[in-house]
């Protein structure tokens, strides 16, 4: 009833226990979710997992603008249906094909997804809101002998998708992370076998027998890109990275980067760093966004666009995986195209060079690609097994189906044991290392030691009245304090909780 009359039932005529009940409902679900969150937030805190939490912190901002999308379409529900277009507009780029017999682009195109471009009142669907309404929305454009742009009934459907597709797309990343880190973890026996071995600098290594070279570089086609390329593609299928791989390149980073300090804990900055990667990857940006309106503008009848994009992460988290084992390869060439036998371990260079356009950071952009793409994909086919049935027009023939079901599984199982622990190794041979190797008070210390003697430097420089001795004795000063400095905080563990702030005077 509606209004004492015929019709679904408005809030007027409705219980006043049901309401309350509803509402009670609602609330204690968003209440226990924000506290969980909220206890989670603490928790982070607390273990000092400061990338985690900002992780967390993004999830929370990507809830916040789903619940503004939310109540945009909410809000403007009834403007958009009264948004009026000529018949004929609403004819073209169509997801489902229209019946034939004369039937009306409103009937034939009823509870389909294609309908966001097009009217979809009918009496069978699910309804935002009650039939007379919506009535009222049809005839409000059939007067003029138009239809609707966009129906409610359509815009409840793309609310849901628009959920769906972030909810999946938030939990993938964090399976693939859970999944990776716990193949990363199984590094960390190398590195305790690493910090009770005493290093021998004294030792002549035959660099063509270590098993770093023997792996990467091949007598036959070590001359040959080709094949060197193609050797990259089959490794990231198998051993992608061996112990003899981890202990190269962990060397190789430390002898760049903290070279005073060969018992650096490498396999705990790498799980930091990969922490800090993660509050990225979890976030949904803006030309993502981009990519979800250039698909629904493009998922027409007969272009099978949602099976055809399938193959888009497929083949960016191969091409990913042979370029991070080719920078390992490049790696191996350069040692031993120079040397047949040096003094000490064998050592590769880190360097930007090795990836894309000079930037490492190119590689997390493809990775948070691929796991959105593919979340895109599980949540499209999901969503819309459930609101329109398996039969739809839409889910496409049984043989494009199975193929996109296989890629995704295949995309998220591979991409959480092989692709990103990869990356979490590789990319730490780029020419720079991430701020996380210091923990929060280390860097706040190093900002706080630079202003005094920043502040120190100018003083002096005044009361020398622009001397060149003096500023060159504050370069000195400042370069042995931060050498000093990074000596000291390349180990973590040897960190104190508080520790003192470097001045000029108390180095001296």
């Known amino acids: 009833m509606s209004g004492g009359e015929g019709g679904e039932t408005t809030l007027e005529y409705t219980p006043t226990w049901v309401v309350a009940a509803v509402c009670t409902v609602i609330v204690a679900i968003s209440l226990a979710v924000e506290r969980l969150m909220h206890f989670t937030g603490k928790k982070l805190q607390k273990k000092n997992q400061k990338p985690l939490f900002e992780a967390l912190q993004k999830v929370k901002e990507e809830l916040m603008i789903l619940g503004f999308i939310s109540l945009l379409l909410t809000v403007f529900q009834n403007t958009i249906s009264k948004i009026c277009v000529p018949e004929d507009l609403t004819g073209h780029m169509l997801p489902c094909k229209l019946k034939e017999g004369g039937q009306s682009i409103t009937n034939a195109t009823t509870a389909h997804f294609g309908s966001f471009f097009v009217s979809t009142i009918s009496g069978k669907a699910r309804r935002l809101l009650s039939e007379e309404v919506s009535s009222s929305k049809t005839s409000y454009c059939s007067r003029e002998n138009k239809v609707p742009l966009l129906s409610v009934e359509a815009l409840h459907h793309l609310h849901i998708f628009i959920f769906v597709l972030a909810i999946v797309h938030v939990t993938f990343c964090v399976l693939t992370v859970v999944f990776g880190g716990a193949r990363i973890r199984q590094w960390k026996i190398c590195e305790d076998e690493i910090a009770k071995q005493n290093y021998d600098t004294n030792q002549v290594t035959d660099v063509h027998q270590h098993a770093f070279i023997k792996d990467h570089f091949l007598g036959i086609g070590k001359n040959s890109a080709l094949l060197g390329w193609l050797h990259s593609f089959v490794k990231q299928f198998y051993a992608s990275v061996t112990k003899a791989d981890y202990k190269t390149l962990r060397l190789g980073f430390i002898m760049t980067h903290c070279r005073g300090n060969p018992k650096f804990n490498f396999h705990k900055y ?14 949904i940006s803006w030309y993502l966004w981009v990519f979800v309106v250039i698909f629904l503008l493009m998922n027409i009848n007969g272009w099978h666009t949602y099976f ?16 991070l084992e080719h920078v390992i390869t490049q790696l191996a060439h350069e040692v031993a195209e120079k040397h047949v036998a040096i003094e000490g371990d064998l050592v590769v260079q880190p360097s930007d060079d090795h990836f894309w356009f000079g930037r490492p950071h190119i590689v997390l952009f493809l990775i948070h690609f691929i796991l959105f793409q593919n979340s895109f994909e599980i949540a499209f086919f999901f969503w819309i097994w459930v609101q329109y049935g398996f039969d739809s027009c839409i889910m496409g023939q049984v043989r494009y189906i199975v193929p996109r079901l296989i890629i995704g599984v295949f995309i998220q ?31 706040a210390g190093l900002v706080g030691w630079a202003q005094k003697v920043k502040k120190k430097k100018g003083l002096k420089a005044a009361a020398n009245n622009g001397s060149g001795q003096g500023s060159s004795h504050e370069s000195t000063t400042v370069g042995i304090q931060m050498g000093a400095v990074l000596r000291k905080a390349s180990t973590p563990e040897e960190i104190q909780p508080a520790p003192a702030v470097p001045g000029s005077e108390g180095s001296k």
């Open 270 to 283: 790498m799980m930091r760093a990969l922490e800090d990667d993660f509050k990225q990857v979890v976030g």
């Open 308 to 323: 055809w994009i399938a193959f888009i992460p497929f083949i960016l988290l191969l091409a990913v995986g042979t370029k």
């Open 413 to 443: 199982v591979f991409c959480s044991y092989s692709t990103l622990p990869l990356y979490a190794l590789v990319t730490q041979m780029g020419s720079n290392f991430k701020k996380s190797i210091f923990d929060e008070h280390v860097q």
